[in-house]
């Protein structure tokens, strides 16, 4: 079965401070792999995403994630994080299947 | 302009009540999902469309029905809520594996 495994569950940070969350998937094969963010509040958001190609992508925000094929993570990053960074985070991979199966989601603090 | 438009914002229902969610979109995508969202956990899919193509998750309980009479609009039936049927439902649409794009979200309260 598909599965999709994100094990910060929530992180507090300071501003400026640099942030890693980390996103496993479990299936094998063609995946296309999506971060999704949701400010309090709002609706989800693309982040960024991953199809093929260079496996370092980068998306909104100065938010960028590595694919690493041979361990089935893509994993996000940024290397300083601001206060309005405050949200959740989801990772979604997705497969064939043409469904988006989200992991837990982090909770990102970031104190001013 | 929206894009994903979900109808209503809130929603309140009696126990047992049956009750209708909606969704359209602008985008002419041809998959829509349907996710249920409870506070603090992510969002759980609970079926989608591949066009006319109905796909409902194994674990998604009977009680929960869906509609797509055509491209732009697709419903979600609860033929009778209980209490722990509330949250937030979450419409999406997507072009095939191409991103996903998120309605607002109908918030479900029974009562």
């Known amino acids: 079965a598909q599965s999709v495994s994100q094990h910060n569950h929530h992180v507090i940070l300071s501003e400026a401070a640099s942030l890693e969350l980390g996103c496993n998937y479990s299936y094998g094969g063609t995946v296309n792999l999506f971060w999704y963010v949701q400010y309090p509040g709002q609706h989800l958001q693309l982040l960024l995403k991953y199809f093929s190609g260079d496996p370092l992508v980068k998306g909104i925000k100065g938010f960028e994630a590595e694919f690493i094929k041979s361990k089935f993570s893509f994993n996000l990053r940024k290397p300083s994080v601001q206060w309005s960074d405050t949200a959740e985070y989801f990772c979604a991979p997705t497969s064939g299947t043409y469904k988006y199966i989200f992991g837990t989601g982090t909770r990102l603090k970031v104190l001013a | 302009d929206a894009m994903v438009i979900q109808n209503p914002r809130y929603q309140v229902t009696q126990f047992g009540k049956p009750v209708t969610l909606s969704c359209s979109q602008t985008?002419?995508?041809?998959?829509m999902y349907w996710y249920q969202q409870k506070s603090s956990q992510a969002p759980k899919l609970l079926f989608h469309?591949?066009?006319?193509?109905?796909?409902n998750e194994a674990d998604t309980p009977d009680n929960f029905q869906s509609r797509r009479p055509n491209t732009s609009f697709c419903f979600l039936d609860i033929r009778s809520p209980g209490l722990g049927d509330a949250a937030m439902y979450l419409c999406?649409?997507?072009?095939?594996?191409?991103?996903?794009?998120f309605g607002q979200g109908t918030r479900l309260t029974v009562v």
């Open positions: 985008l002419n995508h041809n998959v």
């Open positions: 469309y591949y066009d006319k193509d109905f796909n």
């Open positions: 999406a649409t997507s072009r095939d594996l191409a991103e996903a794009f």
